[in-house]
C-alpha cells in the first residue's frame, strides 16, 4: 500500500473556507448542549475520541525580546520578574528532549523568544531540529517571524510542525501588539506552507475580546487557505507585570464553546488546549476534550509559565479512559 501523503499536502477540498463572521456567531448563540453536541459529532466522526495528543515545550531562548506582546511575560517592555537567558546548548536541549520522549512525548516543541531568528543562532536552531528529529520525536518550533528561504531550511533540517499564531481578530489585535501586523503573521504562515512543514496556529482568548473578536479570530484562520494541522487554544495566563496582568477572567463556558466552535469549523484539524490549564479544573478539562480538544502540552512548564504535572495529566487522562499518542 502506499504511504498517505504528508498531512500539510492533504487536499482539503471538501473543507470550508469562506465562513462569515455572522455564521461563526450563531454558532456560538446556540444552547450550549446543542453546541457540544454538534461539535462533538463531528469530533467523532473524524477523530478517535478518546485519543490526545501529547507535545512538550521548552525554552530554548528565554527572555530579552523586542516585541510588545501586551500578554508576554518575556517582553522587554514589561516589568516581569523573569530571568534573560541566552540560546541553550544543544546538549541541554537533547537532555530535555530524551526526558520528554521517556515521560511519553511525541512531539517536541522549542520555543524562542525572538522576533525572528538570524544568524549563527538559527544555525544552531537547524542542528537541534536535525538531533531531536533523530531521537525519533516528531519537531516544532516557535521562532517568531521567518522569511521563505528560512522556511525552507527549518523543512530541509527536518521541522515537522511550525507555531505562529494570529492570537487575536485582526480588529483587536493592534490593542494587543504594535511591533508587527496581523499581516506580518499572515506572511510567515504563507512561508510556512509553501515550505511544507505544517502549520500550528491558533491564539489567546481572555484578553479583553468581545464574542465578535473571537468570531473574527476564528473565521480568519479558518479562511486562509488551508486549516492549519494544529490549532493552539490559549486561555490568557496573567503575568504580573505585563498590562495584562490583571484582566477580568473569562466565563469558563465561553472558553468551552470557542473550542467547540474550532472543532466544528476545523474538522480535520487537532485543537490543543493549550496555555493555561494549571488554573482549569479537572470537569473543564473533560467538556474541553468533549468538545473536541485532542492535544494538549504535556510536562510541567509551558515556556516560562506553570503547566500541571505529568501525574496530574496521567491520573486525568485515567479517568476519562483517554489515551495520549
Ligand atoms: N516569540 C515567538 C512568537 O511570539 O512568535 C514564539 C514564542 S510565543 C511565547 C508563542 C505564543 O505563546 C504566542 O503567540 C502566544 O499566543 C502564546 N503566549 C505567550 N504568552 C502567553 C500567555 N501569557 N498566556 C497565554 N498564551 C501566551
Ligand atoms: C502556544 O500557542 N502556546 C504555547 C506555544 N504555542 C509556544 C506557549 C504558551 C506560553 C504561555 C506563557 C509562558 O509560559 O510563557
Ligand atoms: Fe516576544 Fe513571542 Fe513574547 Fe511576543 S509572544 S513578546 S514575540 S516572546
New binding site residues.
Given amino acids: 500500500m502506499s504511504k498517505p501523503a504528508p498531512l500539510a499536502e492533504q487536499p482539503q477540498d471538501d473543507l470550508r473556507h469562506d465562513w462569515t463572521r455572522d455564521e461563526i456567531l450563531a454558532l456560538f448563540a446556540l444552547p450550549f448542549n446543542d453546541l457540544l453536541h454538534r461539535a462533538h459529532e463531528t469530533h467523532r466522526a473524524n477523530f478517535d475520541p478518546n485519543a490526545v495528543q501529547v507535545s512538550t515545550?521548552l525554552s530554548i531562548k528565554t527572555g530579552g525580546c523586542p516585541e510588545d506582546c501586551k500578554y508576554?511575560?518575556?517582553s522587554v517592555h514589561h516589568n516581569t520578574d523573569l530571568e534573560p537567558e541566552a540560546l541553550l546548548k544543544i546538549q541541554e536541549v537533547l537532555d530535555a528532549a530524551r526526558a520528554a520522549k521517556e515521560a511519553g512525548a511525541s512531539r517536541f516543541?522549542m520555543?524562542a523568544a525572538w522576533r525572528n531568528p538570524r544568524g549563527r543562532n538559527f544555525e544552531r536552531v537547524l542542528d537541534m531540529v536535525r538531533e531531536v528529529r533523530e531521537l525519533g520525536l516528531e519537531t516544532c518550533a516557535?521562532l517568531g517571524m521567518l522569511d521563505q528561504d528560512q522556511a525552507a531550511q527549518l523543512k530541509e533540517a527536518g521541522l515537522d510542525y511550525y507555531?505562529h499564531?494570529l492570537d487575536t481578530s485582526p480588529e483587536f489585535y493592534g490593542t494587543i501588539i504594535g511591533t508587527r501586523s496581523f499581516q506580518d503573521r499572515l506572511d510567515t504562515l504563507e512561508h510556512v506552507r509553501n515550505a511544507g512543514i505544517h502549520v500550528c496556529s491558533?491564539g489567546i482568548l481572555g484578553m479583553g475580546e468581545t464574542r465578535a473578536d473571537r468570531a473574527s479570530f476564528l473565521r480568519a484562520l479558518v479562511n486562509e487557505p488551508r486549516h492549519p494541522e494544529s490549532v493552539?487554544i490559549?486561555q490568557l495566563?496573567r503575568v504580573p507585570g505585563t498590562p495584562l496582568g490583571d484582566v477580568a477572567e473569562l466565563d469558563p463556558f465561553e472558553f468551552v464553546r470557542t473550542v467547540a466552535i474550532a472543532r466544528i469549523l476545523m474538522p480535520r484539524s487537532h485543537v490543543r488546549l493549550?496555555?493555561g490549564r494549571s488554573e482549569m479544573s479537572d470537569e473543564m478539562q473533560a467538556l474541553c476534550f468533549f468538545a473536541g480538544a485532542n492535544s494538549i502540552?504535556y510536562g510541567e512548564k509551558?515556556?516560562?509559565?506553570g503547566n500541571p504535572d505529568t501525574e496530574r495529566d496521567l491520573a486525568l487522562f485515567d479517568r476519562l479512559g483517554i489515551h495520549p499518542v
Fill in positions: 515545550l508576554c511575560s518575556q516543541c520555543g516557535t507555531n499564531n491558533g493552539p490559549n495566563v493549550s496555555a502540552f509551558l515556556l516560562t509559565t
